[in-house]
């Protein structure tokens, strides 16, 4: 005999399940949702609020979607790993569902029509014989202050009429109007502004301050000094730079850890102390010849987050009560860092979020609250607002991990894959806040009271795995062993960078392929689709090709080709065909990409994040790398580390195969791998030579003609 | 310290203020307009233009000696939700940005674009935005966006 499974609530609710929490409905005719995810410019807010409106049936106008705050969200860790939709979004939908339930027997009861004759629109209810109600009209005989219930059943696809369909982003208008909305925008009465002062030689430490000059700024408030944590607080922006650049010149340094060197980052990564992990294997059910075994290395250097806008925060005491505004990813996270380091009891804290710029993982927005946190205690109970300078940035925040990827690959005779051996080498790709017993935040390093730098670690295979992530190949090769070699030492700070190890895993994995598949005299797609069983796998890829119109005929100086993953293996599916033109220069000319995210239930905002994707990894494939001599980090300007301009960026195709009745799942980071490999084995098709090395610059180009000469 | 005088947005403004300290400064700390974004402090990512006259600047590196008497304009001047400019409407209607923390220095670049040049190619689109960085991706959206606003402004 076999029951049923009791139906479960989905993870997000199931940790924070009170309705209320979640969703209230307000004076005004107006409905509020809560998330615990933040918006972090990917439009997540808009994709939630979609979501809500159409479980409740009322006009998306009518949905405001509050700021995370610890003081009033549910807990639900980070905004980060392309999970939002898939946490907040399942879990919205069925409290959405449920209190829709709720309110219709609400309804039943005051109107004496049974619930299932009741219809709900913009909030109205009503029923045969024109009777009518709402929402708002049953706030007082409805509480949603008790648990959700595993009995709701959401909307089936079919009856959805926001989700699934594209609306408007609804930060948008704030945006192109100046109506202030980043935390960079917002100010508090009577607010100070601070600055910290940070070593220019990595991992010095503070040891002495002349603070003379300093003191003789006009509108200095104080100077805040806790071991090796220094900064000043003063009544403008104007004057804490004065005040700091003061304080700097009278500054003593002791100390400093030697960095890498930086022209050959695979010996450092191969060098170092590291803890060895068997990922995965795959044992063939009888051994295959080989007649021959490719043996390929790829790296990729340091990256930068490089937001646009430096990193900011306030804070504000209140005896000993705090209160901390921040463009954190993890309000909850960061409160448990702040309460370890403040050695305060967490209900002390109170951290909200305030959009920043564009976030691509974990930067110094947690650092900076800290910063903020500290200089505040010096401000006699007076908000401090602390702004990163550019400099800092740039070279104080964690970065993306260099990695250095080796893949040897058993042919047989017919030039077939029979195994296949992936080994990585990198740093951990996350030292986040809130998940260890010692603090992740760059101050916590410095202060008197001083805890040491934690070094990255990797999140688990469940969780997509961090320098692993993608390494497990999702073709049908015979046989595979997957390794990992996470790196114990960390002179140069790493943490979370969109799509974590994906992208030089996929880059490793997919310039490969495309060199065996030359080697057989195959096409690279067919090759492809020859060896993937899943079908969703395999229509992104044709999707991609029909629409690139693959192959088009060779040119002379064009170049096309293909990559593809499955972001973290369970997420989204994606193919990119890149075109490029050089000779020694590389220009990327178009980009076709085909994406399968399950239900998309804002397509253009799906669009929007793959082009964005799309255009980034340009970015780094073409131009990034984080620049060090052995003492400090040079890349400290938008000069020493160029990014993608206007005029360099390629035409970006997006085709999305939308699939409603699938669970959605994020695209922010989907585009990343792929297009990286697209890119480099399009370089092959019009150079005839394979750079192994991120960036792909002239210099690399060059280096690798000679190599094949 | 000095009063300085000069146009803003169309009207009159006055501020006594250290000739060196930087525009951006006084906009922001000062003034409380708040659409010109710190970005680099160096004039090389762009969130910090405005218009001086016709010029685009970057606010962060420019004096305030040097505008004493100019005329400024920054996205609060260009249109309100009420009344946008073309530009502000072709940016919601092609969704063009994602975090949109350099949208305000992409306005005004793109604003001073089509002021000298009402009927611009994509190219020149992208020429006259290559010294503002989005660090997004957004870049396509927002060529897209210029010249929608651009064929809106010559055929209303």
Not at chain 2, 117 to 122: F, I, Q, V, W, Y
Request: hydrophobic share 45%.
């Amino acid at each position: 005999m076999t029951t049923a499974p009791a139906p479960k609530l989905p993870a997000s609710l199931a940790a924070n399940p009170k309705l209320s929490s979640w969703v209230r409905f307000t004076d005004e005719d107006h409905v509020a949702i809560s998330p615990g995810k933040v918006e972090i410019g990917q439009g997540i807010v808009t994709a939630l609020a979609q979501i809500a409106a159409d479980e409740l049936d009322v006009e998306i106008g009518r949905i405001e979607m509050i700021r995370a705050s610890t003081a009033t969200s549910p807990n639900e860790g980070v905004t980060s790993g392309s999970l939002s939709v898939q946490q907040s979004g399942r879990a919205l939908r069925h409290v959405c569902a449920e209190v829709r339930q709720l309110f219709l027997a609400a309804a039943s009861e005051r109107l004496g029509v049974d619930a299932s004759q009741l219809d709900v629109g913009d909030g109205t209810i009503s029923g045969p014989g024109n009777v009518r109600t709402s929402y708002w009209e049953l706030i007082g005989e409805v509480s949603l202050d008790h648990d959700a219930t595993a009995g709701a059943t959401a909307k089936i696809a079919a009856r959805r009429a926001i989700a699934g369909h594209s609306v408007q982003r609804i930060d948008i208008p704030d945006k192109v109007f100046a109506r202030p909305r980043f935390i960079h925008d917002r100010t508090l009465p009577d607010l100070l502004h601070g600055r910290v002062l940070r070593p220019d030689v990595s991992g010095a430490r503070l040891i002495a301050l002349n603070e003379a000059a300093a003191r003789a700024v006009p509108g200095l408030v104080a100077i805040v000094r806790d071991g090796g944590f220094g900064g000043v607080v003063a009544d403008s922006e104007a004057a804490a730079e004065a005040a700091l650049k003061a304080l700097r010149k009278g500054a003593a340094w002791s100390g400093g850890e030697p960095l890498p060197n930086e022209d050959d980052l695979a010996g450092f990564l191969k060098s170092q102390l590291v803890e060895t992990t068997i990922i995965n294997t795959r044992t063939a059910p009888q051994t295959h010849g080989h007649a021959q075994t490719l043996r390929r290395q790829y790296t990729r250097p340091y990256i930068a987050h490089a937001s646009i806008a430096p990193s900011c925060a306030m804070a504000q005491w209140d005896d000993d009560r705090v209160h901390v505004w921040t463009h954190s990813q993890g309000v909850y996270l960061l409160r448990a860092d702040l309460a370890i380091v403040l050695k305060l009891p967490a209900e002390s804290i109170i951290v909200e979020h305030m959009e920043g710029a564009g976030c691509y993982g974990h930067n110094a927005a947690d650092d900076v609250a800290l910063d903020a946190v500290l200089l505040a205690k010096a401000a006699t109970g007076r908000p401090v607002r602390v702004q990163w300078s550019r400099h800092d940035e740039m070279s104080h925040a964690p970065f993306g991990a260099a990695m250095a990827i080796e893949i040897e690959a058993d042919l047989d005779a017919d030039n077939e894959i029979v195994g296949w051996r992936h080994a990585i080498w990198s740093n951990g790709h996350a030292a986040r806040p809130g998940r260890a017993a010692q603090p992740a935040l760059l101050a916590a390093t410095e202060m008197a009271n001083r805890y040491p730098r934690m070094i990255s670690s990797n999140p688990p295979a469940a969780n997509g795995g961090g320098g692993d992530r993608n390494s497990v190949p999702l073709y049908d090769f015979l046989a595979w062993t997957i390794t990992s070699h996470r790196l114990l030492t960390m002179p140069v700070r790493t943490s979370a960078l969109r799509t974590l190890g994906a992208q030089g895993n996929v880059f490793a994995i997919e310039s490969l392929l495309d060199e065996i598949a030359a080697l057989r005299g195959e096409d690279p797609i067919e090759f492809r689709l020859r060896h993937l069983h899943d079908d969703r796998a395999k229509d992104v890829i044709r999707a991609a090709a029909r629409r690139a119109q693959w192959k088009p005929q060779k040119r002379s100086g064009i170049g096309h080709g293909v990559g593809f993953a499955r972001y973290k293996n369970t997420g989204a599916y994606c193919a990119a065909i890149a075109e490029v033109e050089g000779a020694d220069d590389i220009r990327v000319k178009r980009l076709t990409l085909a994406v399968d995210v399950g239900e998309a239930i804002n397509p253009d905002g799906v669009v929007n994040q793959i082009e964005g994707g799309a255009i980034q990894a340009t970015s780094w494939v073409l131009k990034e790398r984080v620049r060090f001599d052995r003492a400090r980090i040079t890349s400290t300007s938008w000069t020493d580390y160029p990014i993608l301009t206007f005029s360099d960026v390629p035409a970006v195709d997006v085709e999305i195969i939308q699939r409603p009745e699938i669970e959605p799942v994020g695209a922010g980071e989907a585009a990343h791998g792929p297009v990286t490999a697209a890119i480099a084995n399009a370089v092959f098709d019009c150079l005839g030579v394979r750079v192994r090395d991120l960036p792909i610059t002239r210099d690399k180009i060059i280096a690798a003609m000679e190599l094949a000469s | 310290m000095p009063t300085i005088q000069f146009q803003l947005n169309g009207a009159a403004a006055a501020v006594d203020a250290d000739p060196d300290q930087m525009l951006l400064e006084v906009l922001r700390g000062r003034l409380g307009v708040t659409s010109p974004h710190f970005g680099c402090g160096a004039g090389e990512c762009g969130a910090c233009y405005v218009m001086v006259g016709d010029r685009v600047v970057a606010s962060c590196d420019m004096p305030m000696w040097s505008v004493a008497g100019k005329d400024i304009v920054t996205v609060e001047g260009l249109g309100t939700a009420e009344q946008p400019h073309a530009l502000q409407r072709a940016f919601i209607s092609e969704q063009a940005m994602q975090c949109g923390y350099c949208v305000s220095g992409i306005l005004i670049s793109a604003a001073a674009l089509l002021k000298r040049n009402p009927s611009p190619t994509e190219a020149e689109v992208r020429a006259a935005l290559d010294r503002n960085l989005c660090r997004c991706g957004s870049h396509n959206r927002m060529v897209r966006a210029v010249l929608r606003a651009a064929s809106e402004m010559v055929a209303p």
